[in-house]
């Protein structure tokens, strides 16, 4: 049966990271969805999809004069997240118009055992802004689950392993300790803990050792991600991935044991020599690309893609570092919702508001190889409000050295929709790897790791410096 139509019309609507309005045709349906166009929909133009798909239902109705005369604020959960949207329209007689038609939706929908939603008026600037904020580092929205005391330590003990206990992820189980190995220097420090390069006593293998403090990552809400990472970490195994050979616990402290990758990241290399070639940046790209591929295979999408997070091997594969921002169970059509991510790698479909799935990888893959090619970003500004406009707004431009194979490349990679993005279809990697510009790719030998590439300064680096910092 088709879903009648409570109330459409214009409304201001403003952006959850990028603090500005947008003009959106809203239709609000008698089962609650609150779906927002950038143009009238045409009926006889068939199904339309959404920017914005929200649900009125169980909401709360806030109203305020701030930061504009004839403002409202829905407050609800979607799925697991509290969720605040912020409107303005016109007159009161519109914002009338609205809370009540929202306000008589909700109340049908309410559950009978919940309590009654309020308008609430307000005045003050105490409102808080909905969703996630954006100072440097991204943070994901606020969630009902999410373990926010250091006395909630013990979850951390319950959901890796038992303390002092190991997983040894490719060969079955053994126990080990950090007493098992020899710590030789520290490679990197930060807010959670320090990575240091460690020996194994028994097979005099190098690892780096990556130490988390269980209280700063309770404190600092860093529980999902990092339970993530392990996972991740647990079941993947892939030539272009960070491998991961043991994780424990003590009492105070996790420990993820991982290969030792000492060739640097490709934010160093890329820095020094300013612009790497078409072809180098081939082989990097269509090994970053199987990597992720491999990835989406598991349902799993990166979302993290940045040149820090690209490590070289001492043969000069890439390595793919940094799973916390992974998320699980995302196949072809499955989307998620979360903003995180690294600012200037950020898809639209993210800053958007809209739901996103595996395409934003292909767009990250796009940006890192824009930088390789261009030397630059595709999109810059210190201002992260100027920012978000940019990548929503602004074409991509190619300096003119570029091939035409590459330009085509980058540009479907950085396609604004994620359904015309290159490899946003259900073929995915597949794709990518059809593309004219991957066409001297042997693409099995290339797995196999078999097709090598050395520039003189990956040399030099990898024979006379050991100064790998790794952050934590």
């Known amino acids: 049966m088709e879903l009648s139509v409570v109330k459409e019309g ?35 133009a068939g199904p339309q999809d959404p920017l914005n798909n929200f649900t009125v239902k169980g909401c709360q109705i806030m109203k305020t004069d701030k930061p504009k005369p004839f403002t409202f604020h829905i407050r609800g959960l979607q799925w697991t997240t509290v969720i605040e949207r912020t409107f303005h329209v016109e007159s009161e007689k519109e914002r009338e118009e609205w809370t009540q038609a929202i306000q008589f939706v909700a109340d049908r929908l309410r559950d009978p055992n919940c309590a009654m939603s309020h308008d609430i008026e307000m005045k003050s600037d105490s409102l808080s802004e909905g ?8 943070k994901q929205g606020s969630s009902i689950s999410s373990l926010n005391s250091v006395g909630e330590a013990e979850d951390l003990s319950v959901k890796f392993s038992v303390t002092g206990t190991t997983r040894h992820t490719h060969s079955g189980k053994k126990k080990v300790t950090l007493e098992n190995f020899e710590f030789l220097k520290v490679l990197g420090k930060g807010t959670f803990g320090k990575v240091i390069l460690c020996r194994e006593k028994t097979t005099c293998h190098l690892y780096a050792i990556k130490i ?16 993530t990472e392990n996972r991740v970490l647990q079941t993947t195994n892939h030539p272009f991935l960070i491998s991961l050979k043991y994780s424990f616990q003590t009492a105070e402290r996790l420990c993820f044991v991982m290969e030792y990758v000492n060739g640097g990241e490709l934010f160093f290399h890329l820095s020094r020599e300013r612009v790497f070639s078409e072809e180098r940046t081939r082989f990097y ?31 000069g594969h890439i390595k793919i570092a940094d799973f916390g921002l992974c998320k699980e169970q995302i196949t072809y059509g499955r989307t998620t919702k979360t903003f995180c991510g690294t600012p200037e790698y950020l898809a639209p479909e993210v800053l958007e508001d809209n739901d996103y799935g595996r395409a934003v990888d292909w767009w990250g893959l796009g940006v890192v190889m824009y930088e390789m090619m261009c030397g630059r970003l595709p999109f810059y500004n210190r201002d992260h409000d100027i920012l978000f406009e940019l990548i929503l707004m602004e074409e991509v431009r190619f300096p003119p050295k570029l091939s035409p194979e590459a330009k085509d490349l980058l540009s479907g990679m950085l396609t604004k929709s994620p359904t015309r993005r290159l490899g946003g279809g259900p073929d995915d990697f597949k794709e990518i790897q059809r593309h004219i510009f991957f066409l001297p790719i042997g693409w099995n030998d290339l797995l196999a790791r078999r097709v090598v590439f050395f520039s003189f300064f990956y040399l030099y680096f990898f024979f006379f410096s050991y100064n790998i910092k790794f952050s934590v």
């Open 10 to 44: 214009w409304l201001f609507k403003r952006g959850e990271h990028i603090k500005n309005w947008r003009r959106r045709y809203f239709v609000l349906k008698d089962d609650g969805a609150l779906l927002g166009f950038k143009t009238k929909p045409d009926p006889g």
């Open 131 to 138: 969703g996630s904020t954006v100072s440097g580092s991204m």
């Open 212 to 227: 988390l403090k269980k209280e700063v990552i309770i404190a600092k809400d860093e529980v999902a991600h990092t339970l």
């Open 285 to 315: 790209g269509a090994e970053i690309a199987c990597a992720l591929g491999y990835l989406h295979d598991n349902g799993i999408i990166y979302r993290d893609l940045k040149l820090e997070n690209l490590l070289l091997d001492k043969e």
